[in-house]
DNA sequence: GACGAACTCGTACGTTGTGCGAGTGGTTAG
DNA sequence: CTAACCACTCGCACAACGTACGAGTTCGTC
């Protein structure tokens, strides 16, 4: 009888039971979500994975390339739609929410990406994704660069600054409307002078704090957009 | 909420020659900005200032309590206009600048600022000034702290990419063009399917690497702004 | 059974932030 | 003049870190 996938017992792929480079990032990205930067050892990861600590090395070169690998992990969640199927003014929303959900699910992010440049794949499918929206929208041909630009700033100024108060509050360990009103009293005792933040911090807590961070970042993100549309060219 | 550097009152004078936390700082900044986060340890500090390494936690609880001091006191160096010496949007523009410089002259900035909160003394006197200068522009309540948000996320974000960029060409010690030649060369080797891509990275080295970056910030700050300016109630 | 490739990992080195406690010089009270 | 006290300095030590090194183990293939 002919020998089918079945009978054919397993040889090519295991040789024995081995760490990966995709098992590694993983169990690193789940270690950073949970942790952050400070959290992610090498020797913790280690154990995370029942390795030896200097086992890893021989899968990822060195601590920042590992961190490389997972930074270009992150980018590779972003969605940026096609230009036909939305035009660009939504289209530019819908990335620009896409982006800032994945710094939300990855907070750890601004605190590593401004040190290194971002030229993996995903990074590289990312940028051409974004070039053709905003190509499609009709800029002139420096003006795609300068448009998509300003947006993915806008958005990572944006939510990298919301990660560090949301950090802020989790690392607090006391409740969120606890935190919030704590602060505006520390605010208020030490800001008698500045009459200006005072209103500012006691407007900030009519709403609670995560869709005054949303308002805070749709509102800015429509604002640059309005900018831009006069920019497109007719 | 943790208790922050700024909340602790300080001891009375001193005797004898001595350190101090002025002194501490100040080098401390000079450290940073010359060699980077990377290069700031606490003995080489107290190398450059001749002491023990553990002198200086006498005047400085801890390393991120200096670095809290450090960044504040890049706060310090940014001017916001009065809002009668100009109209707000060329206040926002001078303001945005300032800020822009400021970030560039301490390029360790954003590896730093997005891990904690601004409540120091300057950052409080900054935002005091930030919010007059919106409120005067005539925005609401409400869009007074949003209009001001935004521009600094956006100052921020692009700056602190700006910031990145600019490092790699320091760190790889060759030439400026020759970086850009080599980034060049490097990107259309790798991004043969990314034609957009290729195009965007042959355009950008038309121009030298300051005025294209310079130019790419005060786009998005102006399409912003223009988009701000629609929203200011009549 | 021998060989080389693909992995694993214990040990070790240098560097880091910082707690601890002993020391030192200056001012002040008796 | 001595003693107490404060403001300050600093050597030592510890735990944690990234990672180089080289010896060890498990394979598939002759």
Same mark, same amino acid.
Not at 60 to 66: E, M
Not at 121 to 139: D, H, S, T, Y
Not at 151 to 167: I, N
């Given at each position: 009888m002919r020998e089918t996938i079945w009978t054919r017992e397993r040889k090519a792929a295991p040789a024995r039971e081995t760490l990966s480079r995709e098992q590694i990032v993983a169990t690193a990205m789940r270690l950073l979500d949970a942790e952050g930067v400070a959290g992610l050892s090498m020797r913790k990861l280690a154990a995370k994975l029942d390795a030896g600590a200097t086992s890893l090395y021989w899968h990822?070169?060195?601590? @920042? @390339?590992?961190i490389d690998l997972l930074i270009d992990e992150v /980018?590779?969640?972003? @969605?940026? !739609?096609?230009p036909d199927l939305a035009g660009w003014r939504s289209g $530019?929303?819908?990335? &620009?929410? %896409?982006?800032? %959900? $994945?710094? +939300?699910?990855? !907070? /750890? +992010?601004?605190?590593?990406?401004?040190?290194?440049p971002s030229v993996g !794949?995903? #990074?590289?499918?990312? &940028?051409? =994704? &974004?070039?053709?929206?905003?190509? #499609?929208?009709?800029?002139s041909d420096q003006e795609v660069d300068l448009a998509m630009g300003s947006?993915? %700033?806008?958005?990572? &100024?944006?939510? %990298? #600054?919301?990660? #560090?108060? =949301?950090?802020m509050v989790r690392k607090s360990g006391s409740s969120e409307e606890r935190w919030v009103s704590e602060l505006l009293e520390q605010a208020e005792a030490r800001s008698t002078d500045y009459p200006a933040m005072q209103q500012s911090v006691r407007r900030r807590i009519v709403t609670d704090l995560d869709t005054g961070l949303t308002n805070n970042f749709v509102f800015g993100l429509d604002a640059l957009l309005d900018g831009l549309q006069t920019r497109v060219k007719k």
């Open positions: 990822v070169p060195t601590k @920042d @390339d590992l /980018w590779g969640e972003i @969605d940026v !739609p096609e $530019a929303l819908l990335f &620009g929410h %896409s982006l800032r %959900s $994945a710094v +939300l699910r990855h !907070p /750890w +992010l601004p605190e590593v990406m401004y040190t290194r !794949p995903n #990074a590289m499918k990312l &940028g051409e =994704r &974004g070039l053709v929206l905003f190509g #499609a929208a009709g800029f947006v993915m %700033s806008y958005v990572l &100024g944006t939510v %990298s #600054a919301e990660v #560090a108060t =949301r950090e």
